[in-house]
């Protein structure tokens, strides 16, 4: 065997040694993607986020509080780059239900959210933060941490009982936008090659990993026949449903397994002709990764890169001389390998990977200790609880930093497993579900690192794309930091996507709720004749404040020569925004401005592994002991088997056979009109806030005007058509387009047929439905045979297979047609909720034509409008305007903990019992803190976490 040991050298001592003779073509090719790999490190570095939170499961009605740490990806140093992050929380079918856009203060930020919106179904809900930089990366760079969120309990703080609304429920009543995986097979076994590929004849190691139907990790052993049934290779689960076995690849091969009772037979995965293997060793040194690169004997003698990438920039690089048919073998060193995931690429001269491979790397760990010290080990209804901590580094000296701390009710608390540890340091680097990653960071010795090293072999993704850092494939740096509040558009030609030049953009930022456009434009064109006529004198005007009574502020934004522009700013809330072409009347009706803010990542997947949680000991002990007793027991003792969990006997059952549906409401007595608002909002099961749906319509450089064309783009169970009726006879029709006005538009106008007439022409007022502007509109309407005296034209809406119900701010309107209706009009809805409920239909179904039966037959759901306020409809902005708004900065909001010193002994259930997102250690590495325990909490369970300036990370284990 041919052995060149290599220590892995620096990058720029290599180039300096290399440069003297770069002779060799391939070397050449090869030294190029190693700068290219070093320079995209240094000008794109990459940002992580990890958010802290309150608790691992909540209820209806409950806040999630949260603390968030932006970091650098390669050292985990709390980063300045950024400084706008954006949280979001996502219904289980993937829709946003909240956003929390926040500023980030020397790599720290916090919020919450409440879980009191209508309409609220229970489920698992994700939550994920990021920054707008990030998402140049892929969706997967980003945070993501899924919830178990449970129906408000029936008894108040009995909140052992945990009922959630099933998912294949929610996917079935609440269109989803996320792909969601309900099931696999009973025993699913995937194999993963040591590199990425197995070679025929080539011996090396195979990964392998086992799970249940629902995603948890099985206990298997079993054997790899090859075609003609003879055993070549055994293997056992190490720890968590993977392990690692030496093979040597053939055609055909089948792995056997006996599991369950039942026989299993799996495809082993087919092994290339020819190629190069690649075997790691990162185990056997503390201070060195032992390398091993074997090729096909065929193949001719080649050169390839070995890199060594962690964080997203370049730690080392060397060539690697394959030769012959023996192994080449070399070392790299750890020194200089930061702390967390890295990645090892093998790469030919034209940048393509032949092998590849993550590891972990403790060595240069930079771990904070914290201590936490109770006044007692159990308490009493309302006592005062003390905590007291010490914060230290790896070398035992005191730490200043700052901590975020959540202390929860221990009885009732639900694991998870993360924390900063395990997802700046791994789960933020693979993909997919990990059972019990705080397993991997308990201790650091051969059984810990060789279940981490089993974990990394069996993950296909990379978080770091190799062809963009070594120039193979473009990149596309779409986004850069943020440095505040930002809106970018361009302004383009009417009709074209031609841009805009040589105008002049007015903004306006005005306090939420001041709704008078036409005063805007006329204070935005004021300002602009003063600026105008002042430049004209040679004189200056800054930006200006318009007005500090109305909390107002104009400003005057280039546009570049392609159309682009940009508004940035510092502040908190929602505002009105407003940009105007003011510089030219005509330049201004030929103008139109759209707004890039389409950057919000998809929804994740969901699979059987994120739909889970995990019992307490105490609980699952409980569960044990009771199940002896009846066979049933079990589901009742978790709450009624309505979730799933990971528990290894759980494991097997599967996650249909553990879920509700969700109670209905049942209202009794006379409903006042604010319960009946209520219990349609709360049952519906789409809802649509109509001026945000628009304006997210005029981003993409469109314009819907027609409330039934509105519904049909926004989901697809809406199915929208249009016809002319002519005396009866329904003629397709898809060239006339008659605004908001609907059916009996012709009648309205007077167009009636004379007797002798086969057509009629006649000019009306409509709506422009691009610019909103009122304008003239011919049309001619041709007689159809059989047709008498009228033509109308008139809206086909069909939900499901059946007709809506329209009803506007929930009155019993029966003779309105909602769709002719003034009420009807875009500017005018503030909101729309759809219910499919039964109740919902029958009770808003007019009486007197529809029994309770022929109006279940006729309407699938009732669309519920509400408008807006008389005196608070919004009027259209004209051409060369565009009306949004923008949210500005979350406001924050503090944790309220009652005082049992001062106020009366109340009941009280609070099931975080103290939240506070940074505690600041003294010189020392100090600090304490003193709330009230609840009504009940006997144990508490304490998450503490923290980054030093340093990039030290510590949590509570």
């Known amino acids: 065997m041919k052995r060149l040991i290599l220590s892995l050298i620096c990058l720029t001592t290599f180039f300096n040694i290399s440069a003297q003779n770069l002779t060799d073509s391939i070397t050449q090719s090869l030294m190029g993607h190693a700068m290219t790999i070093r320079d995209f490190g240094r000008t794109v570095p990459q940002e992580k986020v990890y958010l802290h939170f309150d608790n691992t499961s909540y209820y209806q009605g409950d806040k999630i509080w949260f603390q968030c740490y932006v970091v650098t990806a390669d050292q985990n140093r709390l980063s300045n780059l950024s400084k706008t992050l954006y949280v979001e929380l996502l219904t289980p079918e993937g829709n946003i239900l909240q956003k929390r856009i926040l500023p980030i203060i020397n790599g720290r930020c916090n919020g919450n ?12 809900y994700e939550i994920r933060a990021y920054t707008k930089y990030m998402t140049n990366f892929g969706d997967g760079t980003i945070f993501s941490r899924v919830f178990p969120v449970f129906d408000q309990p029936e008894k108040e703080g009995d909140f052992k009982k945990r009922k959630m609304m099933r998912m294949q429920n929610v996917n079935a009543q609440y269109r989803s936008r996320r792909e969601m995986i309900f099931k696999n097979e009973k025993l699913n076994v995937k194999f993963y090659p040591e590199g990425g590929n197995s070679v025929l004849g080539i011996n090396a190691r195979m990964a392998f990993e086992a799970t249940s139907s629902n995603g948890s990790p099985v206990e298997v052993e079993g054997k790899v026949v ?13 720890h968590e449903g993977r392990g690692v076995f030496d093979y040597t690849p053939t055609e055909g091969a089948k792995a056997k397994i006996e599991y369950a009772g039942k026989s299993y037979s799996f495809d082993m995965p087919e092994p290339l002709k020819e190629g190069f293997a690649m075997t790691v060793d990162n185990l056997s040194s503390a201070d060195s990764i ?24 370049l730690v080392g690089y060397t060539i690697v001389n394959c030769e012959g048919t023996k192994s080449t073998e070399f070392a790299i060193s750890k020194k200089r390998l930061p702390a967390g995931v890295a990645q090892i690429v093998l790469a030919d001269a ?12 403790s060595a240069n760990l930079r771990r904070a200790n914290i201590e936490v010290t109770q006044n007692a080990e159990t308490y009493n209804p309302h006592d005062a609880i003390n905590l007291k901590f010490n914060v230290s580094n790896a070398a035992g000296r005191p730490l200043q930093t700052s901590l975020s701390l959540a202390v929860r009710e221990g009885e009732s608390f639900l694991e998870s497993g993360n924390n900063i540890l395990t997802d700046l340091l791994l789960m933020s680097e693979i993909k997919g579900y990990v059972h019990r990653p705080e397993y991997y960071f308990e201790a650091d010795d051969e059984t810990h690192r060789q279940a981490l090293d089993e974990l990394l072999m069996v993950q296909g993704w990379r978080r770091y794309n190799w062809k963009w850092w070594a120039g193979v494939e473009k990149f596309d740096l779409k986004y850069i930091p943020e440095q505040g509040i930002e809106v970018h558009g361009k302004v383009l030609k009417v009709g074209s996507d031609e841009p805009m030049t040589e105008i002049m953009l007015s903004s306006l930022l005005t306090s939420r709720g001041d709704e008078n456009y036409n005063s805007v434009k006329a204070d935005i064109k004021a300002k602009a004749a003063a600026r105008k006529t002042a430049e004209q004198n040679g004189q200056t005007i800054e930006e200006e404040q318009v007005s500090d009574e109305n909390n107002a502020h104009m400003g005057v934004i280039e546009v570049d020569s392609t159309g682009n522009f940009e508004f940035i700013g510092n502040f908190n809330g929602k505002w009105n925004l407003v940009f105007a072409v003011t510089n030219d009347k005509n330049r201004a009706k030929s103008s139109r401005i759209i707004l890039d803010r389409k950057f919000t990542p998809k929804p994740k997947t969901f699979t059987p592994s994120d739909m889970q949680v995990r019992m307490t000991e105490e609980e699952r002990k409980a569960a044990e002991l009771k199940a002896k007793a009846e066979k049933d027991a079990l589901l009742d003792t978790v709450g009624g088997g309505l979730i799933a969990f990971t ?16 109670k209905e409401v049942v209202v009794t007595g006379e409903e006042t009109p604010e319960q009946a608002k209520y219990n349609a909002r709360s049952n519906a099961v789409i809802y649509y806030d109509v001026a945000a749906e628009l304006d997210a319509i005029r981003d993409e450089g469109d314009n819907v005007t027609d409330l039934n064309v509105l519904l049909g ?30 059916a009996g538009a012709f009648l309205e106008q007077g167009a009636n047929f004379g007797a002798n007439n086969s057509s009629i022409t006649f000019t009306r007022q409509t709506t422009d439905e691009e610019t909103g502007e009122e304008v003239s509109e011919t049309i001619t309407a041709e007689k159809a045979a059989g047709a008498t005296s009228t033509i109308q034209k008139e809206w086909n809406v069909s939900y499901k297979g059946k007709e809506p119900l329209f009803i506007v701010d929930y009155e019993r309107d029966y003779l309105l047609n909602v769709t002719q209706n003034e009420l009807a009009k875009l500017i005018n809805i503030k909101s729309i909720y759809v219910s499919e409920e039964v109740d919902a239909i029958t009770k808003y179904a007019n009486p007197d034509v529809y029994s309770h039966l022929e109006a279940l037959n006729k309407y699938s759901c009732v669309v519920f409008i509400e408008t807006y306020p008389v005196g608070q409809i919004p009027t259209e902005p004209k051409r060369g305007m565009r009306r949004t708004w923008v949210d500005g900065y979350s406001e924050p909001v503090e944790f309220y903990a009652p005082d049992y010193a001062i106020l009366p002994k109340d009941v009280d259930y609070r099931r975080t019992l103290y939240w506070n997102p940074e505690i600041n250690t003294d010189a020392e590495g100090r600090a304490e803190v003193e709330f009230y325990n609840n009504s009940r909490c006997k144990q508490i369970k304490v998450s503490a976490e923290t980054i030093s300036k340093d990039g030290s990370l510590g949590a509570t284990m």
């Not at 959210?113 to 698992?124: D, M």
């Not at 034209?350 to 790397?361: E, K, N, P």
Request: proline fraction near 3%; aromatic fraction near 8%.
């Open 290 to 313: 032992k390398i091993q690169v074997n090729k096909s004997k065929n193949l001719p003698n080649t050169m390839l890169g070995a890199t060594l990438m962690s964080g997203g920039k």
């Open 226 to 238: 090859d075609k003609f049934g003879v055993e070549v290779a055994t293997f056992k689960v190490n």
């Open 713 to 742: 783009r926004l989901n697809e169970d809406f199915i929208v058509t249009r016809a002319n009726r002519m005396g009866g006879i329904v003629k397709s029709d898809s060239t006339n387009t008659f605004g908001a006005q609907g």
């Open 113 to 124: 959210f409440e879980l009191n919106q209508i309409p609220f179904h229970s489920g698992f």
């Open 350 to 361: 034209s940048g393509q990977i032949v092998a590849d491979r993550l590891i972990f790397s």
């Open 647 to 662: 528990d290894p006997d759980e494991a097997k059952k599967d996650l249909e056979d553990r879920v509700h549906n969700i």
